[in-house]
């Protein structure tokens, strides 16, 4: 869809909860992306299937819980999940790229990469915690790395907010180009 201008126009988040059960199949969801030719939606797609990922794992720590490795000691693997979070969303703003405004693919890609990298630490965070459960059996672990990465993903989600602050950025650089634009018309980048 289009304005009235001719510029294309944000679906939200809607068409990607549609897709949300074709997602969770990996070879039709990878179809589903390579299909897509919004890279906002398939940055969208990758968000999503990753933060309902987050919630099915649920099912699994609370199912065994208490039946861990016993490698350490519950709180132990609570303060080191705590601690390895924390951290890893402090710098998550220091390691995600600057965007470039140069031609819009490098500002599609960059702001790409930034979105991904900010997931990636969200999701390091729910990696140790889920470590931690495994190695010492308490849920504790796996809800402190979740809640830690639930806001980092939270953070990182390309809604609408998000794409204005980065518009924002991309405004002060002088460069003109629309970033929302930039992002539906052209696909996501490898």
Same mark, same amino acid.
């Given at each position: 869809? @289009?304005?009235?201008?001719?510029?294309? @126009?944000?679906?939200?988040?809607?068409?990607? !909860?549609?897709?949300?059960?074709?997602?969770?199949?990996?070879?039709?969801?990878?179809?589903?992306?390579?299909?897509?030719?919004?890279?906002?939606?398939?940055?969208?797609?990758?968000?999503?299937?990753?933060?309902? $990922?987050?919630?099915?794992?649920?099912?699994?720590?609370?199912?065994?819980?208490?039946?861990?490795?016993?490698?350490?000691?519950?709180?132990?693997?609570?303060?080191?999940?705590?601690?390895?979070?924390?951290?890893?969303?402090?710098?998550?703003?220091?390691?995600?790229?600057?965007?470039?405004? @140069?031609?819009?693919?490098?500002?599609?890609?960059?702001?790409?990469?930034?979105?991904?990298?900010?997931?990636?630490?969200?999701? !390091?965070?729910? $990696?140790?915690?889920?470590?931690?459960?495994?190695?010492?059996?308490?849920?504790?672990?796996?809800?402190?790395?979740?809640?830690? $990465?639930?806001?980092?993903?939270?953070?990182?989600?390309? @809604?609408?907010?998000?794409?204005?602050?980065?518009?924002?950025?991309?405004?002060?650089?002088?460069?003109?180009?629309?970033?929302?634009?930039?992002?539906?018309?052209?696909?996501?980048?490898?």
């Amino acid at each position: 869809m @289009t304005d009235q201008r001719g510029t294309p @126009t944000d679906p939200g988040w809607k068409p990607v !909860f549609r897709r949300l059960p074709l997602l969770l199949v990996p070879v039709l969801g990878m179809r589903a992306m390579a299909l897509n030719r919004s890279g906002l939606d398939s940055l969208r797609m990758v968000w999503l299937t990753l933060a309902h $990922a987050m919630v099915l794992l649920w099912l699994p720590v609370l199912l065994i819980g208490g039946s861990g490795f016993g490698l350490v000691g519950s709180q132990a693997a609570v303060v080191v999940a705590a601690v390895v979070g924390v951290v890893a969303q402090l710098f998550a703003p220091r390691l995600a790229p600057e965007l470039d405004p @140069t031609t819009p693919r490098n500002l599609v890609d960059s702001f790409q990469r930034a979105t991904l990298t900010r997931i990636g630490l969200a999701q !390091f965070a729910l $990696a140790v915690g889920l470590l931690g459960f495994l190695a010492s059996g308490g849920v504790a672990a796996y809800a402190v790395g979740f809640v830690i $990465a639930a806001a980092g993903m939270a953070d990182a989600a390309p @809604t609408r907010r998000h794409l204005v602050v980065a518009q924002a950025k991309v405004d002060q650089a002088e460069s003109g180009l629309d970033l929302r634009s930039a992002l539906i018309e052209q696909r996501l980048g490898r």
